[in-house]
């Protein structure tokens, strides 16, 4: 079976700290898919990163960075210098080859000014 | 539009009757996709459309709900006989074939509310 768990439900920060949302993944597939979504309180989701699961390769784009270790079954998320506008709910998601995304319950993350 | 477009963005329905979920998915994408999101709770995957096809029913919780794509255009999501747990936000997305392009295009999604 294929499980996403975010152990965080909810994390408040103050502005400009570093902050780590935790993603840890279960599936029995050799070759799948991890994705983090952010949420706004618009209510749209927003692609933020796909990987596969051949790349353990971490990745930054700006403020943001990804830690992807499959020995720990784990893809966790790290916001630096955390701005307000940073305050949504994240989702970190997995998908196998037959398209269909799994995800997890969400971290709701409150950036205080 | 640039954007997946849903229909109507808020529904408000009485124990017992029907609904119809409109889903606009961006122009030229192939896949579609319906998912619930209750409050406070992650998207649940519904259903799967590649075109006109469906290729994936798991997730729909029962027989009351039945989505088509007839055109493999827009997508129509209905849900009979509509009961007090169906309240939720329901999310559209669409993406070309296979994560070719790396992601799925969300709609705003419905609310849907069920007294």
């Known amino acids: 079976a294929q499980k996403v768990t975010q152990a965080q439900t909810e994390i408040s920060v103050v502005e400009k700290e570093d902050v780590t949302l935790d993603c840890v993944y279960e599936t029995r597939d050799t070759t799948y898919y991890l994705f983090w979504y952010k949420q706004p309180p618009s209510g749209e989701l927003v692609f933020l990163i796909r990987r596969n699961s051949f790349d353990e390769q971490n990745e930054i784009s700006g403020r943001y960075s990804w830690n992807f270790q499959k020995s720990t079954s784990s893809f966790n998320f790290t916001i630096t210098a955390s701005q307000v506008v940073d305050s949504a709910v994240y989702f970190c998601?997995?998908?196998?080859?037959?398209?269909?995304?799994?995800f997890g319950k969400g971290t709701r993350l409150h950036i205080l000014p | 539009g640039a954007g997946v477009s849903q229909s109507p963005r808020y529904k408000v329905a009485k124990r017992g009757q029907d609904v119809a979920l409109r889903c606009d998915p961006i122009s030229g994408h192939v896949s579609l996709f319906w998912y619930q999101q209750a409050l406070g709770q992650g998207p649940e995957f519904l259903t799967y459309f590649q075109n006109e096809a469906q290729l994936d029913k798991s997730g729909l919780p029962s027989d009351r709900f039945f989505a088509e794509r007839p055109e493999g255009s827009v997508s129509t999501l209905k849900i009979q006989r509509t009961q007090q747990e169906d309240s939720a936000v329901y999310l559209c997305?669409?993406?070309?074939?296979?994560?070719?392009?790396?992601?799925?295009?969300f709609g705003e999604g419905s609310r849907l509310t069920v007294l």
């Open positions: 997305a669409s993406s070309l074939p296979r994560f070719t392009a790396g992601e799925l295009f």
């Open positions: 998601a997995l998908a196998n080859r037959d398209d269909k995304i799994i």
